[in-house]
Structures are given as C-alpha cells and as structure tokens.
C-alpha cells in the first residue's frame, strides 16, 4: 500500500528534499519530451514545498512545465480559501512561468460549467492513454479522514468512473469544490503524497498497515496503473512507522 516512503526529520528538510526531486524528475522528462503537465495539491502543506520550489538555485524550466490542480474550492482566486491564491503567493510571484501554463480552475465560475470546461482545458492540454489524460506528476496531500484532493470518504463523486473532474462538497462545511477524479489519478504516471504533521500520523499508520477499517478512504483506492506513488513524510507524520 506504501512502497516509495522517503522520511525526513522536519518538514523543511521534507520540502526541500521533494524540490529536489521534482527537478531531477523535471529534467528527466525533458530528454524524451518537450513539456511536463503536472497538478498540484492545495491546503497549507504545499506552503514550504513551494517556498523551496521558489528558491531551487538549478534551473528549473519553468517554461516547460504545464500547471494544473488535484483541486480547487469554488471561490474567487482572490479569496483566503483559494489554491491558486496560495500558489500564487507561495510560488507563481516568485518565479518566471508563462501565464500561459497555468491552467486554473475558474473557482469563480457556477461549479457544474466548470467541471465541464477544465475537463475540456485538460483533454485539450494532456496525451491521452487507454481513455484517460495521461498527468506527467500529479501532487496530493493527505486530510486526516484519508480523503485526497476534494474527494471525500463516503462521497458519491468517489465512484466517477467517467468524467475527468467533478463537482465535490466538503462534508463539514458544504463548500463547493472541483476535483479531479479517481481514475485520471490512477492514470498518472507518478503520483506524490506530500504529508507532514503528528495529525497525519494515524492515517498514515492505517494506511500504512492496510487497516482494514481504513479501506474504503480515498487514499486507500489510490493505485497508479503504470504510475509510481511516493510518499514524502516528516517525521511527525511518520511517527507511528519508524
Ligand atoms: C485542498 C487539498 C486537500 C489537502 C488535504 C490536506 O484543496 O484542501 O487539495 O486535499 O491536500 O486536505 O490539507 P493540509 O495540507 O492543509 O493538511
């Protein structure tokens, strides 16, 4: 359930390390291909990857590299709540990155039309394979319920089998989102878990352990058909495996 675990002893440490990762990747794509399409993961965790991601001294090829989301809430890209707001602050206004690979979800915009056109914005932008868009990486973090981009435990949406993304609702606070979907994530080629924090550490642990009480959370449904997943831990939210 957990192959790929890299552990570090604080979440600095951790964001640096995936930074550093992310671009051998990036350049590693680049001899047999002319651009990346990646999606990245909102929430706070993000916040200190993107900070070193920002400050990387190698060059990362920025221009190159086609930016789309795990998630988004359905809020303005101005509001507190905002991926792309966070992103943004934490990473777009400190690097240079043609606005044109920045492919963001209009949270703006009535849910269901917006599903349907960043469905369209990602089979317009991504290869497809057996069906399905191909994401070169695609980034999650990791809700202490287990859910991954906006797909919640329980939540109807968890059983798409067809649509690239969906219009999902946060169980506690009702809030809108769109998500991609379970089988376009299956389809990526790698697939990262960045998670830190003691909060973590118990799902962390269930999944871990394959605890079968904790099968039916999204990240348990998470298994890339031809895609690698790695799991970049700090030593808090690793607490329960070491
Ligand atoms: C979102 C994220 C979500 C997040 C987890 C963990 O839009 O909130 O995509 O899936 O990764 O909820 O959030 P934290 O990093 O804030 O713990």
């Avoid at 890209?77 to 979800?105: A, C, G, Q, V, W």
């Avoid at 999902?168 to 299956?186: C, E, F, Y």
Wanted: charged share 25%; glycine share 4%.
């Amino acid at each position: 359930m957990m192959d790929n675990i890299h552990i570090s002893e604080t979440s600095k440490i951790q964001a640096i390390a995936l930074a550093e990762d992310f671009h051998k990747m990036a350049l590693e794509y680049l001899k047999s291909q002319n651009e990346i399409y990646i999606a990245l993961s909102g929430g706070n965790t993000p916040k200190l990857f993107f900070n070193e991601l920002a400050d990387f001294q190698d060059h990362i090829p920025w221009d190159k590299i086609h930016i789309f989301w795990s998630d988004e809430r359905c809020v303005p890209p101005d509001d507190e709540d905002s991926n792309y707001r966070m992103t943004k602050r934490y990473l777009f206004d400190k690097i240079d990155i043609p606005s044109s690979n920045i492919h963001r979800i209009l949270g703006e915009a009535e849910p269901e039309l917006e599903e349907k056109r960043y469905s369209d914005e990602i089979s317009q932008n991504i290869k497809f394979k057996n069906g399905w868009p191909v994401f070169d990486w695609i980034m999650l973090g990791l809700g202490e319920d287990g859910h991954i981009a906006s797909l919640f435990p329980g939540s109807d949406v968890l059983g798409e089998t067809k649509a690239i993304s969906v219009v999902a609702q946060h169980p506690k606070s009702g809030q809108r989102r769109i998500s991609l979907t379970l089988p376009v994530l299956n389809h990526a080629k790698r697939i990262t878990y960045l998670v830190s924090g003691s909060s973590k550490a118990q799902i962390i642990r269930d999944i871990y352990s394959n605890n079968e009480d904790h099968m039916d959370v999204p990240a348990a449904r998470v298994h890339p058909i031809a895609g690698i997943i790695d799991w970049y831990l700090d030593k808090d939210a690793a607490a329960d495996l070491i």
